[in-house]
C-alpha cells in the first residue's frame, strides 16, 4: 500500500503513480534502446555517423545530449561522442565556408578553440552545430565546448543584414535568398548563450530579441500561424512548403529567450505556432508527417524529430496536453509500427518502412523517444 503524509493514497492515485512511473520507465528503455542502435554508425573516425551528413550529424549529437540530460545512464557514451567528435569531427566539414574570417576573443584573450573548423558553406549548418555544441556543455560543464558556440556564434554575427529591412542573415554568405531555418537557429542560439554566459548575457538578448523583433516584421509566418520556408526577392512569404523543423526551432529558441528575458508574448507566440504546426502535419491519430514521406532525403528525413525536441521543450514551459498527446503519440507509433527487425527506424512514423532507413532517419525518431522520455517528467 501506498501512504503520504495525509494517509492512505487512494486506489485510484496509487493505480496512477504506478502507471506513471512504469511510462516513463518504458520510455527511457526505448530511448537507450534506439541509442545503442544509433552508434552502430557511429563513426570515430569522422566524428559522426556514416550515412547521415554534416548538419545532420549536430542533430544526432544534440539528440544524444538530450537523453544523457535525463539518463545518467547513458553519459559515458555521450561523453565518449562530444569528446571524440571535438577533436577529429572538423574532418567532415564537406564545404570549409568562406565565412572563415571571426576570430572569438573572451576578455582580449584569444579563444583556446578554433570555431573557424566547425563552419561551412550555410550559415544554417553552423547554427546547427553550435546548438549541438550547446548540449553537450549543459550535461559536462565543459567549458570549451560553450566557448565553441560562442565563437560560431560570432561568425553568424558578421553575416547580419539583409535586404529583407535591413536585418537576418541570409542562408549562406554567397546567396541572396532569406530562410526561415537560418534566421530561427539564430535566435535559438543567441536565446541559449544568454542562459549560459552570465557575463554576456546582456550582449546575447540583445541579439535574439532583435532576430525575434525583424523576423515577425517579415512575411515568415502565413495566416493560419505556420512558418514557410522563406521569402522571395520582394520579401513576401514564399509560399513554399510548411516543413515541420521550421516550426520546431522556432519555439526551442523562444522558451530560451523568455527564460533570459521573460516577456508575455514569447510563450504565447510560440503556443500559437506549435498548435497550428500539429494541426497542419499531425494525422488523426496525433502523429507528425512530413510533406515528403516516404522519400524525403537528404534533408527532410531529419526534420520531424527536431520538430518534437523544440515541442518537448515548450511542453514543459507551458503544458499542454495536446502536446503530451503528440509526444506519446509518435513515439508509441514509431516503436509499435515504424520500426525493422534490427530496431532501426524510418521515416514515415506512422508506419510502414517503405523507404530508406539510415541515421538520419533513425536519429530524427530517436528525437521523439527523447521527448517522450522529458514529457513523462512534466
Excluded at 501506498?2 to 487512494?10: E, I, K, V
Excluded at 577533436?87 to 576570430?103: C, I, L, Q, R
Excluded at 520582394?234 to 528575458?261: H, K
Aim: glycine letters at 8%; aromatic letters at 12%; a negative charge.
Amino acid at each position: 500500500m501506498l501512504f503520504s503524509r495525509f494517509g492512505l493514497l487512494a486506489p485510484s492515485l496509487a493505480s496512477l503513480l504506478f502507471t506513471g512511473s512504469a511510462v516513463a520507465d518504458d520510455a527511457r528503455s526505448r530511448a537507450r534502446n534506439a541509442l545503442e542502435t544509433l552508434q552502430g554508425w557511429y563513426n570515430p573516425s569522422s566524428g559522426i555517423w556514416d550515412t547521415c551528413g554534416w548538419w545532420d550529424g549536430a542533430s544526432c549529437m544534440t539528440t544524444v545530449a538530450d537523453l544523457a540530460a535525463l539518463d545518467p545512464s547513458v553519459m559515458e557514451t555521450a561523453t565518449y561522442v562530444f569528446n571524440n567528435t571535438f577533436y577529429v569531427g572538423p574532418v567532415s566539414n564537406p564545404h570549409p565556408g568562406p565565412e572563415k574570417k571571426t576570430v572569438f576573443t573572451r576578455d582580449d584573450q584569444p579563444s583556446a578553440v578554433n570555431a573557424s573548423q566547425w563552419l561551412d558553406s550555410a550559415y544554417d549548418d553552423d547554427g546547427w552545430w553550435a546548438l549541438a555544441w550547446i548540449a553537450a556543455y549543459d550535461v559536462t560543464k565543459e567549458p570549451n565546448y560553450l566557448e565553441l558556440a560562442e565563437g560560431i556564434f560570432e561568425s553568424l554575427v558578421d553575416a547580419w543584414g539583409t535586404d529583407c529591412g535591413g536585418g537576418g542573415i541570409p542562408w549562406n554568405p554567397t546567396s541572396t535568398y532569406v530562410n526561415s531555418i537560418t534566421n530561427e537557429l539564430f535566435l535559438s542560439v543567441a536565446a541559449h548563450l544568454a542562459n549560459r554566459v552570465p557575463d554576456r548575457k546582456s550582449y546575447y538578448v540583445l541579439w535574439a530579441q532583435k532576430e525575434w523583433d525583424w523576423f515577425t516584421s517579415q512575411g515568415f509566418i502565413g495566416e493560419n500561424g505556420t512558418i514557410n520556408d522563406g521569402l522571395l526577392e520582394n520579401c513576401q512569404n514564399n509560399g513554399a512548403t510548411v516543413w515541420s523543423y521550421n516550426q520546431g526551432v522556432v519555439l526551442g529558441g523562444l522558451v530560451e529567450l523568455n527564460r533570459a528575458a521573460p516577456n508575455d508574448t514569447y510563450l504565447p507566440s510560440a503556443n500559437k505556432i506549435a498548435n497550428a504546426a500539429i494541426e497542419t502535419l499531425a494525422d488523426s491519430n496525433n502523429v507528425i508527417h512530413e510533406f515528403c514521406e516516404p522519400q524525403c532525403l537528404p534533408d527532410g528525413t531529419q526534420f520531424k524529430g527536431i520538430f518534437i525536441r523544440n515541442l518537448a521543450m515548450l511542453h514543459k514551459a507551458s503544458p499542454n496536453a495536446i502536446y503530451s498527446n503528440v509526444i506519446s503519440s509518435c513515439a508509441n507509433s514509431i516503436w509499435d509500427n515504424d520500426r525493422n527487425e534490427q530496431n532501426q527506424f524510418g521515416v514515415n512514423w506512422a508506419g510502414p518502412i517503405e523507404a530508406v532507413v539510415d541515421a538520419s532517419t533513425h536519429s530524427s525518431a530517436f528525437d521523439a523517444l527523447v521527448a517522450a522520455v522529458a514529457a513523462a517528467g512534466v
